[in-house]
Nanobody, 122 residues
Framework: QVQLVESGGGLVQAGGSLRLSCAAS????????MGWYRQAPGKQRELVAG?????????ADSVKGRFTISRDNAKITVYLYLQMNSLKPEDTAVYYC??????????????WGQGTQVTVSS
């Protein structure tokens, strides 16, 4: 079994900051790319930021310069983070952690967390 568990969402005023965390654990052999996605009401899920196993990062244009993605591979549980600064009301969405990983039983698949709500008030 593989689990991705997010935390850190909440309500914040515009201009504020939040830090999202995602813990990936279970029967994991290796993790390739990881990323944060978000889905606002009535909109499609979109990639916010991604990070490779080697640490290369990419960001949606709308969050460049404000958000920073990072990961900690040093422990048995792999952690993915998203530091969000200068938040705007349009950042309001449910944020999902994603990992493309190989499970110990040999399958390579996308896994998703349950999502965490981020609400930015104006």
């Amino acid at each position: 079994q593989v689990q991705l568990v997010e935390s850190g969402g909440g309500l914040v005023q515009a201009g504020g900051s939040l830090r999202l965390s995602c813990a990936a654990s279970g029967s994991i052999f290796s993790i390739n790319d990881m990323g944060w996605y978000r889905q606002a009401p009535g909109k499609q899920r979109e990639l916010v930021a991604g990070i490779s196993s080697g640490g290369s990062t990419n960001y949606a244009d709308s969050v460049k310069g404000r958000f920073t993605i990072s990961r900690d591979n040093a422990k048995i549980t792999v952690y993915l983070y998203l530091q969000m600064n200068s938040l705007k009301p349009e950042d309001t969405a449910v944020y999902y952690c994603n990992a493309f990983l190989m499970a110990r039983w040999g399958s390579l698949n996308d896994y998703w967390g349950q999502g965490t709500q981020v609400t930015v008030s104006s």
